[in-house]
C-alpha cells in the first residue's frame, strides 16, 4: 500500500474532518523529514511507511481530544511532532514548539516556510525558560508533549506556561501508572484516554493533567 493510500485510510479511521489539502501537505512534511534525517538525525525511522504510521498518524491521534484548545505549547518535539501535523490540520490552532537542540528548531522553522504554516512558530529555548511571545491576556489553552520526559518533569517544567485552564497533554506508549502516582502537587489527573493509532501494533495514552 502506498504512503497515500496508508494516510487517507489512517484519517478515515480517527474519524477526521481535515482541510481539503492536509493530507497533501502531510505528506509533504514527511518528505521533508526523511530528506533532513540524513543530515540532522531527527527520528530513528527513515521508512516513509513507518513515518506516516508512526509518526503522522501517531500525531493525529491526539486531535480529537484538542477542543477548546487554541494556542497550544509544543515541548521537545525534535522533528515537529505532533507540533507541525496539528498546525497542518487545524489552521486555526496557534502552535509554538520550544526545542533545547538548535537543528531540530532550524529544521521546524524550514518546514513552517516550506509549508507556509502561518499559524506555527519554533523557538531554540529550553521549555523552563521559555514565555510566550505574545500578551499574556491570551493564555496557553494546552501544552503537549510527546515522549519528552517523565510526567513529573514534564509538569515541573512547563507549570509556569500553565494556567488555571490550561491542560498538559502528555502523548504516552503503555499506561505510566507509576508517573502518575507521582504527579507533582498542586497538579492532579484530569483524565487517561486510549488512544488507537491505525496501523501501529502498539499500547498509546494521552493523559491529561490540570491544575488543582
Not at 84 to 104: F, G, H
Request: aromatic share 6%.
Amino acid at each position: 500500500m502506498s504512503a497515500t493510500d496508508t494516510l487517507t485510510q489512517g484519517i478515515a479511521a480517527l474519524g477526521l474532518d481535515l482541510p481539503a489539502d492536509a493530507a497533501e501537505r502531510l505528506l509533504a512534511f514527511g518528505h521533508l523529514l526523511i530528506k533532513w534525517n540524513k543530515v540532522y538525525n531527527l527520528t530513528a525511522i527513515r521508512n516513509e511507511a513507518q513515518v506516516v504510521t508512526h509518526h503522522l498518524l501517531d500525531s493525529l491521534s491526539v486531535l480529537p481530544h484538542l477542543a477548546g484548545v487554541n494556542r497550544l505549547v509544543d515541548v521537545g518535539s525534535g522533528g515537529g511532532l505532533p507540533g507541525v501535523v496539528l498546525a497542518i490540520c487545524r489552521p486555526e490552532l496557534q502552535v509554538d514548539s520550544v526545542e533545547t537542540v538548535q537543528k531540530k528548531a532550524t529544521f521546524q522553522n524550514q518546514a513552517r516556510i516550506e509549508l507556509k504554516l502561518d499559524n506555527f512558530r519554533a523557538h531554540h529555548a529550553r521549555i523552563e525558560n521559555w514565555q510566550p511571545p505574545y500578551a499574556p491576556e491570551l493564555p496557553v489553552d494546552g501544552i503537549i508533549s510527546r515522549a519528552f520526559a517523565d510526567l513529573a518533569d514534564f509538569v515541573n517544567l512547563t507549570a509556569h506556561l500553565a494556567g488555571p485552564e490550561t491542560r498538559l497533554l502528555a502523548m504516552k506508549g503503555v499506561y505510566p501508572a507509576d508517573e502518575i502516582a507521582r504527579i507533582p502537587a498542586g497538579f492532579v489527573l484530569e483524565r487517561s484516554v486510549e488512544l488507537q493509532v491505525p496501523g501501529l501494533d502498539a499500547e498509546r495514552h494521552l493523559i491529561t493533567v490540570k491544575r488543582t
